[in-house]
């Protein structure tokens, strides 16, 4: 497993907090994301690769995510499956980063984990291709 974490330098501080680059997992089943508020960017950096989302507890209100989702403002603790063949990089936002940076509202977004794409239109797709086959990216 590897993990990397990165803290912006401003002006992007002002927007966000910190990402963390992470291939592999840790050797348990699940991980979980408490309520705390904050707004989540999770890029799948493998295109083949689906994660499973838990949003109710009893491993109750399964969701099946790809490429890229957005969690934080559930109110209620979530769990991911631990995927072994998962590269990802988590985009945690400052306070109004997210909406300061995209322009869309805290209340657009859904309460349990979407899909990027749903939110932030084609130019996500785009995008994900673009970081996807960027050079440098480890296992590409």
């Given at each position: 497993m590897e993990i990397r974490k990165h803290v912006p330098a401003r002006p992007l501080?002002?927007?966000?907090q910190h990402m963390v680059y992470v291939r592999g997992s840790l050797p348990i089943?699940?991980?979980?994301?408490?309520?705390?508020?904050?707004?989540?960017?999770?890029i799948e950096l493998n295109d083949n690769i689906r994660n499973t989302l838990y949003s109710e507890p009893g491993?109750?209100?399964?969701?099946?995510?790809?490429?890229a989702w957005i969690s934080g403002t559930q109110k209620q603790a979530i769990l991911y499956k631990n995927n072994p063949?998962?590269?990802?990089?988590s985009i945690r936002f400052t306070t109004g980063g997210f909406s300061a940076l995209t322009?869309?509202?805290?209340?657009?977004?859904?309460?349990v984990g979407m899909e990027a794409e749903d939110l932030l239109g084609s130019s996500f797709a785009g995008l994900y291709q673009r970081i996807i086959?960027?050079?440098g990216i480890p296992g590409n």
């Open positions: 501080a002002d927007f966000i089943a699940y991980l979980k994301e408490l309520p705390d508020g904050g707004i989540n960017l999770v491993f109750r209100g399964r969701r099946e995510l790809r490429h063949d998962s590269t990802i990089i322009g869309i509202p805290i209340t657009a977004l859904e309460a086959n960027a050079d």
